[in-house]
């Protein structure tokens, strides 16, 4: 072959594998913290009713908030130290528009006020008072989100009143969600009542974009569970997006994040679970201590994993 068009050629097969590298999209796939089987599946079908992954990780948050059963998200979710069950959530899609609110009582899903917020009005945050005021404008009802379960176990805690957190509670805690649609496009979501029993007032990580849930459609995304103070402080899901976008795979970003919290905060009696998916639809997934697990839903199949962690 002549230089020049052997040099043609290989700009062309150069040029196909680019525009079919930007072609490329992923099988749509949903994942979760924790054991979150019924959240995932719902999500899932979300997805494939309607394509979206936003509608995937707001469908699947849904499951949690509305389980009494589930002390660490909405209904049923452990009250603070006065009693009161306070929710914070966010959710973020794949144009980078965010919204959450902090402090919400009584409204059932607070993701879904999170994405009004973020659909509705100019802002990314509502908290407290506004938060539900705004809920209520929306029509969302107000509801008592302390079940009986939930109030023994804060009585029973009032009787010593310690300020322990809890690795690992029940194998749960805050859900956290990122999904791939059916145009491949990335979504996260992220719900919680909380840490158990904590300050009247406190906010953890749950509504901070950037902390619990972030996306780039450019990238992929990441969320996260466990001690809200340390992933606000290192601001974790930001940090794992920006990992992956130097090149990083979703399990080492979801590592090196974790290491950034582990070295810098030398107290490692907690718990910080990270996930992370790329625009392939690869995905990792990290913690501080061993336990966390993480739920996957994909070709319609769905399946907990053990996720590996920095303490053995
Ligand atoms: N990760 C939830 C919280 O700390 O509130």
Redesign the pocket.
Known sequence: MRRRTFLQSTTLLGLAATNQQKNFVPEPVIIATWKNEKGTKAGWDKIMQTGKALDGVEAGAWVPEADPNETTVGYGGYPDRDGHVTL?ACIMDHLGNAGSVTFLEGIMHPISVARAVMEKTPHVMLSGAGALQFALEQGFKKENLLTEKSKKAWEEWKKVAKYEPKVNIERH??IGLLALGKAGEIAGACS?S??AFKMHGRV???PIIGG?VYCDDEVGGAC?????EF?MKTLGSFLIVEFMRQGKSPQQACEDAIMRIVKRYKYQEFQVGYLAINKKGEYGAYAIQKGFNFTITKHGVTQVIESASYMS
């Open positions: 914070d805690d805050t919680t909380g840490m953890g990580d749950s619990a996260a569970t466990g001690l809200g992933v």
